[in-house]
């Protein structure tokens, strides 16, 4: 690939992306990846938008990313022609916060996250919005399966997380109760996730226009699913389930009032999962509740590589997920997609977004 380049969709800043030939060639460490598809999510929105923190424009944004290896470097261990998934987060595995197993590797400023690495720094794909993606030497890469299109193999990352955040952190046990705030794609992954695992029983909530996600939600399993907005979802709870829930996981978009939701529905005891950004708005509540509950309250960002090892496996095993991307566009849209995945272009059926090549 010495001497090529890549079309990239360049955001130049927020809301405004550019067409962009980027060279492929002059690094000698890492590999190279041939990007198949790359899924969209919320915190792409909040990079599209100018919300993110901490972001230096401009960037190539996707951290959802499938492809093939298309140079295999000396660190990369698959040969060419793999198909695999990146994690978004890359590791040094030396930092203070890798030392503590955090998702957040302080070795690459202002993020060591594909999709969040502005590209001035060399070689400058840094994104799944692209033909290409670097493959750094930190990279963790999964290989899998060929026997589903590339635009569903994107799933994979939200299964990851939501193994992650509903199974792994809480410590589930067989036959425990979790309730998922939020149906969007990481939530209803929290649902598959947690039912593999062996729930007893699991909730979901949602607003007014998830309705679609709500109705797949029940085809996925939930025990209960709750438009929030037309309904008493304390009592619905009480109803079916008998009890309050022994998990509560918080996957809502921007919304401060789902923390006070969790801490007020989960039982005395119980675990708390707070696995989404509140928009950097103040929030204001009295931390005895946490107290008088007794309560584990535990902060979630990305999956750990376990959660993508159970995800592969579950892509490869579950026809449902087939189901959970809905919207597709080329690369040449990708600024449709962005607003696909915010909800601009209307809620009805929207599952998750990819962009594919």
């Known amino acids: 690939m010495q001497g090529t380049t ?65 140079i295999q470097g000396p ?84 299964l990851a997380s939501g193994h992650t955040w509903s199974v792994e952190l809480p410590a589930l046990k067989a036959g425990e109760s979790v309730l998922i705030l939020g149906p969007g794609p990481r939530g209803l992954a929290c649902l598959i996730a947690a039912k593999a695992a062996g729930a007893g029983w699991v909730g979901i909530t949602g607003l007014a226009h998830d309705a679609d996600r709500l109705d797949l939600a029940r085809r996925l399993g939930a025990d209960l699913a709750v438009d929030m907005q037309h309904g008493d979802v304390a009592a619905e709870i009480a109803d079916d389930l008998g009890r309050r829930p022994d998990v509560v996981v918080d996957v809502t978009s921007d919304d401060p009032e789902a923390v006070f939701t969790a801490l007020d529905l989960v039982r005395s005891g119980g675990r708390v999962i707070l696995a989404s950004r509140k928009g950097n708005r103040a929030l204001h509540f009295l931390s005895d509740v946490i107290v008088a509950k007794q309560l584990t309250l535990r902060g979630a960002m990305g999956a750990s590589s376990i959660g993508y090892q159970w995800a592969t496996n579950q892509l490869e095993t579950d026809p449902r997920i087939d189901d959970l991307v809905s919207h597709q566009f080329p690369l040449t849209e990708s600024a449709r997609a962005l607003q696909a995945a915010a909800g601009l272009l209307g809620r009805e059926e929207l599952m998750s977004v990819a962009v594919t090549f």
């Open 6 to 70: 890549a079309r990239a969709m360049m955001l130049v800043e927020p809301r405004h992306f550019s067409m962009t030939k980027v060279p492929t060639g002059g690094v000698d460490d890492g590999g190279w990846l041939a990007v198949e598809a790359t899924g969209i999510s919320g915190s792409d929105v909040q990079v599209w938008k100018g919300e993110a923190r901490d972001i230096v424009y401009p960037l190539v944004p996707g951290h959802e990313v499938v492809g093939r290896i298309a």
């Open 75 to 158: 660190s990369v261990p698959y040969p060419v022609g793999t198909r695999v998934i990146v994690e978004p987060r890359i590791r040094c595995g030396a930092c203070h916060r890798c030392r503590q197993n955090l998702a957040t590797c302080v070795s690459r400023r202002p993020s060591n996250s594909y999709g969040m690495i502005p590209s001035i720094e060399p070689p400058g794909l840094w994104g799944g919005l692209a033909e290409y993606l670097y493959l750094d030497p930190n990279a963790n890469l999964h290989p899998v399966t060929d026997d589903v299109p590339a635009e569903v193999a994107t799933f994979v990352h939200p």
